[in-house]
């Protein structure tokens, strides 16, 4: 704790004095955190389909395929996109406001930079800032909350837990004691008081609040080019030095701890018992503690960046590339859910842990507790790199907290949307980085990227695959060499080109390129882009309107809601195999289900008597009516049937557009209505790029008389006439609510 005030003390003195232009962003943190918070709103970047596609090795497409949620041809050849088929835009700054690190001790297993700054002046700038948010905390601490995020109760104590950990840090990365890393630190502050002008041409902007990722950068790169870096020049000269300021200090060196510490061993030892254990030499000898983060800040201090430029890449990036070896377990535990869920009809809403408790065999659940675990895990030290760096960009919110078994289920089951990205793109992150290490390392042997493997056959072998303290640490031991001089201290010395070879031939060297075609991927049957469906069917056979009669009596007979999902069930079934292989439209729906499809045991014989008098070419209005009728059930069930469904389209009408609605509703063909405003909702809101091609501020009207149209259905005549223009594409969901009730009141 004294050691923390003095820092803070120091951070105060420089940042109250210092006429350094760069101290401005840590002045405002100290003394106006008000100034510092930043509000920013997001616009979401999407492909040409809504869905985010990513192209593997290079970048640039060199194969076609299609889309897995809406089948559109995707990719290129020869580096040439398709029509339509756009870059995804990763430049966007898509890193959080505020301070985001969360607790503490997260940080013990969370990564480094993702900047290109070493690891020692990257925690070096976080201590700064660290240190004056905690002034921050002591002058406004209700300014500084709203800069942390999740909030805090205590941010004082949150802010002195980061401080210690940002030194733990630097004496892991440095190999020096705590003593010496506190001095180092004081160094730098020191050096912020020097003249700006000494530094002619460094600030071409002002810095103020730091509030685009652009400028944080530009400020980061400048205190660590003009401040951090000079400082870490012969750092173990200037702490030789500093050492034998504090020993000829007389205000302090008259301390016996200190004269111990900093003073001439001989001067008391001979004072001391001649067989005591303290004449050891290994008592006056502490060598350093080897470590990945020290062999990086070597790297660094002998500006060997460029002559071993794949171990400092590696270093840069070890802390995650030693998470790419759970991949096969992630890969096995989405493979094991996409079996279990694939096609069913519903989003299975539970947590993680209700899920693990579910009915299964010891061995199973042993085997799913194990790999749910590992994913958990990876994803907790991976989630801040998803949230900034990933190529698949997940929307706001997904990144900010760690997942636990309480989570919920949809976060591990790996979909093209919703929840189900997180899986997907942390499967997506760990194939990438492999491959950015094995390309390097092609190029660097001159090898070709040839030797490639899907997902689906990834194993142990293929990934770059180690253990820090097993096969990491030795391998830098075992090329480090020791020299001491009389009367001086033992010194290391790396042999770094050698490392390097090593690292290369024993854990890079031989890996084959993973192809990002083939994640497994969870598609819910209300996923299906209906629309392409539909289409196919229609090409197969020709397809027309049911009766009334024939919808009465359906409507009669499946009365509860289990009945009605048996029925859209069954034909979802029937359409998928029917836009397949087609069939004689004129065969009753009953014959194809028990003759063709063999499926008569397995179907519920309520559903298979009210289908009886239904044809094959009726099955694409069979499913406008089943759909529109569960959507029905669910809402006397009190639940909401459009769940799913953009926000924006879910604005309420006014009690003026509800009258308006109402005396339209009473001249009109109601069911048609309720049917084909349901199919519309369905099957163009709910798009992942809906808000671009129906804008909410259009009329209702305009939208749905131009889809009728293109159907030839009778009721665009009826709307173009009738139906209030007042009513606007917003109020889509509440409208078609609106016309269920009156249908419900109508029958009642």
């Keep these: 704790d004294g050691a923390l005030i003095e820092m803070a003390v120091h951070t105060a003195a420089v940042l109250l004095c210092g006429q350094n232009p760069i101290l401005q962003p840590l002045r405002n943190l100290a003394f106006r955190p008000c100034t510092m918070e930043v509000k920013r709103f997001n616009s979401d970047s999407k492909c040409p389909n809504g869905h985010p596609c990513t192209v593997g090795e290079c970048g640039r497409p060199m194969e076609t395929s299609r889309c897995l949620d809406c089948g559109v041809p995707v990719g290129g050849e020869q580096h040439k996109a398709l029509p339509g088929f756009q870059e995804f835009r990763t430049n966007e700054d898509r890193t959080q406001t505020g301070h ?62 980061h401080i210690q950990e940002d030194l733990a840090q630097l004496t892991r990365i440095l190999g020096k004691s705590v003593d010496e890393t506190i001095n180092m630190l004081h160094l730098v502050l020191s050096s912020l008081l020097k003249d700006a002008h000494q530094h002619p041409g460094q600030w071409p902007v002002q810095f103020d609040v730091l509030s685009t990722k652009e400028k944080r950068n530009k400020w980061e790169e400048i205190v660590a080019s003009t401040i951090i870096v000079p400082q870490l020049e012969d750092l173990d000269k200037k702490l030789l030095k500093l050492n034998r300021q504090i020993q000829e200090d007389e205000r302090i060196s008259s301390n016996p701890v200190v004269k111990i510490v900093y003073g001439d061993p001989v001067t008391f030892l001979s004072q001391l018992p001649k067989d005591s254990h303290i004449h050891h030499s290994k008592m006056w000898s502490c060598r350093k503690r080897i470590s990945v983060e020290n062999l990086g800040h ?172 097993r096969d990491l640490i030795p391998l830098i031991l075992s090329n480090c060499q020791y020299s001491m001089e009389k009367g001086g201290e033992t010194l290391q010395d790396f042999d770094l080109e050698r490392i390097q070879q090593q690292v290369i031939s024993k854990f890079l060297q031989g890996k084959p390129l993973i192809t990002l075609t083939g994640i497994p991927t969870l598609v819910y049957r209300h996923d299906r882009n209906y629309e392409q469906l539909f289409n196919d069917v229609r090409n197969k056979l020709d397809q027309s309107a049911l009766p009334s009669s024939v919808m009465n009596m359906i409507s009669g007979e499946l009365q509860s809601y289990s009945d009605v999902c048996d ?14 292989a087609g069939e004689n439209a004129e065969m009753l729906l009953t014959d194809y289900i028990e003759k063709v499809l063999q499926m008569g045991d397995q179907t519920n014989p309520h559903v298979l008597q009210a289908f009886r008098r239904c044809y094959l070419k009726h099955n694409i209005a069979l499913w406008q009516l089943l759909s529109t009728h569960k959507s029905e059930q669910l809402l006397r069930l009190k639940r909401d049937p459009f769940v799913d469904i953009n926000t924006v389209y ?47 501020t259009w009329s209702l009207k305009e939208s749905l008389v131009p889809y009728l149209d293109a159907k030839g259905s009778e009721l665009a005549t009826e709307l173009e006439e009738m139906f209030p223009d007042e009513i606007l594409l917003s109020h889509a969901t509440a409208t078609w609510k609106a016309a269920a009730l009156f249908k419900r009141e109508c029958r009642e």
């Design 100 to 161: 985001i690190l969360g607790d503490a001790r997260h940080r013990k297993t969370m990564g480094m930079s993702d900047r290109a700054m070493s690891p020692v002046v990257f925690v070096l700038i976080r201590l700064l800032t660290h240190l004056a948010m905690l002034l921050g905390a002591t002058k406004n601490p209700q300014s500084l909350q709203n800069i942390i995020k999740p909030s805090v109760s205590n941010p004082v104590s949150f802010l002195q837990q």
């Design 567 to 580: 029925a859209l069930s069954i034909t979802e079934i029937t359409l998928g195999f029917l836009a397949m």
């Design 650 to 696: 879910k604005a309420e009408l006014s009690p003026e557009t509800a009258k308006l609605l109402n005396t339209f509703l009473v001249h009109s063909r109601l069911e048609t209505f309720l049917q084909e405003l349901h199919e519309m909702i369905i099957l163009k809101l709910r798009r992942v790029q809906a808000v671009d091609e129906f804008r909410p």
């Design 298 to 469: 070597v790297v660094q201090q002998k500006n060997a960046k460029d002559t071993v430029p794949l171990l400092w890449k590696f270093l840069q990036k070890e802390t995650e590339l030693r998470l790419v070896k759970f991949l096969p377990e992630i890969l096995a535990l989405q493979r094991d859910l996409v079996r279990r869920f694939q096609n069913t009809a519903d989003v299975k809403h539970c947590s993680i842990r209700d899920f693990l408790n579910e009915p299964l065999s010891d061995v199973m659940r042993d085997l799913l507790q194990r790999r749910v675990n590992v994913f958990l895990s990876v994803w907790n030290k991976l989630r801040s790199s998803l949230d900034t760096n990933g190529e698949i960009k997940l929307p706001k919110g997904y990144c900010d907290a760690d997942l636990t078994l309480d989570s919920k289920l949809e976060v591990l089951l790996p979909r093209r949307q919703g929840l189900g990205l997180c899986s997907t793109a942390l499967a997506s992150y760990l194939i990438s980085l492999h491959n950015e290490f094995i390309h390097l390392v092609n190029k660097h042997v001159k090898e070709d990227d040839r030797y490639l493997i899907s997902p689906s056959e990834v194993a142990d072998l293929h990934l770059i695959s180690y253990e820090v303290e």
